[in-house]
């Protein structure tokens, strides 16, 4: 969650005769501005290294360069285990591109007048708390490969690559007891969901500066 002031609009936002008028002004303006920080948002999440990752399947390199070692998974499919044939990004995509409560909001929270100025205070949610329920480790109870993604996913030591096995969940490998490598999972560099997120509120935060 991210919580914005803006200290001012426009002059002639300001000359504007009634409260209400002052109000609509705001609201378009603020209403356009996360449209398009939105967009730009979805944006950077299709085109995140992990995101097309994961979108690639088993058959995916590992252009996040999140999986070191000579004898490292092949891709984050494999590697997290998702069933062969689903569809993990779908409830990420849901939460992101939803324009409805459950997605990303901005809420106007309180204003205050300081002479001449009018500060507005507004907050930006994302459901980060949502998106991580809905994209469970597969084999890691009560842990979200979303979240874990920004800093250590385990099991990393002990995968070992395997095509056409019938114990393979996602058909490109299996858990091991013991470690096969000595390499540990490197976070993809600038984060993933919160990265964008980050990026998104600047955008809105340059946006009211204007």
């Not at 708390?129 to 250590?152: F, M, N, R, V």
């Not at 990026?199 to 500066?209: A, L, M, Q, S, T």
């Amino acid at each position: 969650m991210a919580t914005i002031f803006m200290k001012k609009i426009t002059e002639r936002i300001y000359k504007q005769p009634t409260s209400n008028k002052l109000d609509k002004a705001l609201k378009a303006r603020a209403d356009l501005l996360l449209e398009n920080a939105t967009i730009a948002m979805q944006r950077d999440f299709e085109e995140h290294p992990v995101t097309r990752e994961i979108d690639g399947g088993i058959g995916s390199a590992n252009i996040s360069n999140t999986l070191g070692g000579g004898s490292a998974p092949k891709n984050l499919f494999s590697f997290i285990g998702f069933d062969g044939g689903s569809d993990p990004l779908n409830p990420i995509r849901k939460r992101l591109y939803s324009d409805k409560q459950g997605g990303i909001t901005m809420v106007k929270i309180g204003q205050d007048t300081r002479g001449t100025s009018i500060r507005y205070q507004f907050k930006v949610s994302a459901p980060f708390e949502q998106i991580y329920k809905e994209t469970p480790i597969p084999w890691a109870k009560g842990l979200s490969w979303a979240e874990k993604i920004e800093t250590d996913i385990p099991g990393f030591s002990k995968f070992l690559p395997a095509y056409g096995l019938k114990n393979s969940r996602s058909g490109g490998g299996v858990q091991l007891e013991n470690d096969v490598r000595s390499e540990s999972f490197t976070p993809p560099e600038g984060g993933y969901l919160k990265g964008i997120f980050e990026k998104f509120v600047e955008r809105i935060k340059g946006g009211f500066k204007q």
